[in-house]
């Protein structure tokens, strides 16, 4: 695919990478050398216990490890070169692509396979997530994506009746997910609430509650437990709230004051850059008709996420394409976009949606290649006019630079 580019690019990827190979290639957590030999030495210091402070969480390199190690049996290097970058890329596009046929599977059962393959195609290539998937999957955001499908998924197919041992996966898939970005320990309320509504139902026996509680608390403990470790060596506790403080200086303000910049703003706001997306969380109320339960935790799920990005520091993203830090709301686009397609469905052909989808493809399409050729500030504002007439303008500025961004992407011409 010619958007594929296996690379370990900027801070965050070389964060997320440095885990894996110190473990496999160095037998240890101190990534000093990584970052190194990534030109990242400057970042940040030394922990008090000695290691190299690195705050990425470490759920990617946890997902990339088996091609990783294939990779170096192959291979046999030092755990840098196409090799290994290509390995790694490689996985995260594959989880991103298994986390959307789940989801597929599930719009299909609500929907059919019609306006489910229309939705998981807008969503794939009408969104961040196919510029993180491709172009910069040393990020961790692909595998975002991935595990946060993965719980959506795992929670309705467990439903109605939870036993105990379906509370214990559930716990896994949120503990796995919060593994690659630890915001979204933020799943687990809507289960919690689950099990205190079955507390508060069943007086005379509260058992079976107890019980899943139990399980579900486990499960995730288990999952996070990695996470827990590396933190505990690497910073000296079990519990770090937010390892950024000390390597970037980034704060977390609980009033979250960009929470409606994260949305609206000319800097990477979800809707300014992606305004298709805005369809999949007006279609949760469409959702909503069909299962309200589901519709619940993908609303609650993406307010939640929005909180959190609004009262971080670096709430919009930096040198990011769109609104990266919400990639993890795959879900909720994917199902809202899916259930309006279905209520349209009965006004307008599907040939019409089809239009529209595509559009809206193309617009994304063409903002990435606004966004590599420098046609866009990477970390500054940018209005919707100024994209709007970049658009229009793309072609000309293609054919004009044909030649250098072939040399850049392949590496034939100088």
Excluded: C
């Excluded at 205190?196 to 499960?219: E, H, M, T, W, Y």
């Excluded at 994304?364 to 500054?380: D, H, W």
């Amino acid at each position: 695919m010619a958007l594929f580019k296996p690379w370990v690019h900027g801070a965050d990827g070389m964060g997320y990478y440095s885990w894996l190979r110190s473990v496999v290639l160095d037998g240890d957590l101190n990534t000093a050398n990584e970052y190194e030999h990534f030109g990242y030495g400057w970042i940040a210091g030394t922990t008090a216990t000695g290691y190299k402070d690195n705050p990425w969480a470490i759920g990617s390199a946890i997902l990339w490890s088996p091609l990783f190690v294939i990779a170096h049996a192959i291979i046999r290097g030092d755990g840098y070169g196409p090799g290994y970058f290509t390995a790694i890329s490689l996985a995260s596009m594959i989880y991103a692509f298994v986390g959307l046929i789940l989801l597929y599977r599930l719009v299909k059962d609500f929907f059919g396979s019609q306006s489910a393959l229309l939705a998981t195609v807008v969503t794939w290539f009408a969104s961040p997530l196919v510029f993180y998937m491709y172009m910069h999957p040393s990020m961790a955001h692909a595998n975002d994506a991935f595990v946060n499908a993965l719980f959506v998924y795992t929670w309705h197919r467990t439903r109605p009746r939870r036993t105990t041992d379906k509370w214990l996966v559930l716990g896994v898939t949120v503990g796995l997910a919060a593994l690659v970005r630890t915001q979204n320990l933020l799943l687990a309320i809507v289960p919690l609430l689950e099990l205190a509504a079955g507390l508060i139902r069943n007086r005379k026996d509260r058992l079976v509650p107890v019980a899943g509680g139990l399980a579900f608390g486990i499960g995730l403990l288990i999952a996070f437990l990695p996470q827990m470790y590396v933190w505990h060596r690497v910073y000296g506790s079990w519990i770090v709230l937010n390892p950024y403080w000390t390597s970037t200086g980034n704060t977390w303000n609980p009033a979250s004051p960009h929470f409606f910049d994260v949305l609206f703003s000319t800097n990477h706001g979800l809707f300014v850059w992606t305004p298709v997306l805005l369809a999949g969380v007006v279609g949760l109320l469409f959702l909503a008709q069909r299962d309200r339960g589901l519709a619940f935790l993908l609303a609650a799920g993406f307010t939640l996420q929005v909180y959190v990005v609004g009262g971080w520091s670096a709430w919009a993203g930096g040198a990011a394409f769109g609104q990266r830090f919400l990639v993890n709301n795959t879900p909720t686009y994917l199902l809202g976009m899916a259930a309006l397609v279905d209520w349209l469905r009965r006004r307008v052909s599907l040939k019409v949606l089809w239009g529209i989808g595509a559009i809206a493809i193309f617009w994304n399409l063409g903002l990435i290649a606004q966004y590599v050729t420098g046609m866009i500030p990477r970390e500054a504002p940018v209005s919707p006019a100024t994209i709007a007439w970049n658009q229009l303008h793309l072609p000309a500025v293609l054919a004009s630079r044909l030649g250098d961004l072939l040399s850049q992407r392949f590496g034939v011409w100088r």
